[in-house]
């Protein structure tokens, strides 16, 4: 499954709310998506699995929605740590594939 | 707190070989490191992430990218909560940073709660 994040760069401001994008070229069945914030020089950090369940000790300005082939992150109130980069994973079929990222910058 | 951390990243000449090692801790009581499958991720510059390998918590079931099928071998020492990654035939568009990841639940095809920082492997001449 090729999954193709929208768009590549988003720029916007603290306090601001953003939505990222990422569809899926066929269906991602059991909502086997996930989403990863990444910020340079460290870890990888779970957000949201299952497509809408927010990981231990997310904050809720974070959701997820979508199913099918079309999935969405909101991000609301942006603060300066959420600046980063984005990605979706499917892990509904083999191979695990993910999107190629959505950066996140201040405007 | 889980915590993963890679190491072995290092330049290495086209056709060359790696080992990778990524040490697991912080798992608490009653979390055995043999029941997690753990994977590598990498990261090749400019680019998004791509899944790599992943062996099953008992070191029996292994997965494959085909861009490294038959050059990489992934295996793990459960004594040692490490999990290794030995790459052959290198190539240039193995260049990225390595990341090891390991799943909540002991499937060898889910999501990642935990990663490492990455180590970087570099092949050039």
Known sequence: ?107 | EVQLLESGGNLVQPGGSLRLSCAVSGLGPGRKFSIYAVSWVRRAPGKGLEWVSTISGNGAGTNYADSVRGRFTISRDNFKNTVYLQMDRLRADDTAVYFCAKDPVGSMRFYFDSWGQGTLVTVSS
């Open chain 1, 1 to 107: 499954i090729v999954l193709t994040q929208s768009p590549d760069t988003l720029s916007s401001s603290p306090g601001e709310t953003v939505t990222l994008s990422c569809r899926a070229s066929q269906t991602v069945s059991n909502l086997y998506l996930a989403w990863y914030q990444h910020r340079p020089g460290q870890a990888p950090r779970l957000l949201i699995y299952g497509a809408v369940t927010r990981a231990t000790g997310i904050p809720d300005r974070f959701s997820g929605d979508g199913a099918g082939t079309d999935f969405t992150l909101t991000i609301s109130r942006l603060e300066p740590e959420d600046f980063a980069v984005y990605y979706c994973h499917q892990y509904d079929v083999s191979p695990l594939t993910f999107g190629g990222g959505t950066k996140v910058e201040i405007k």
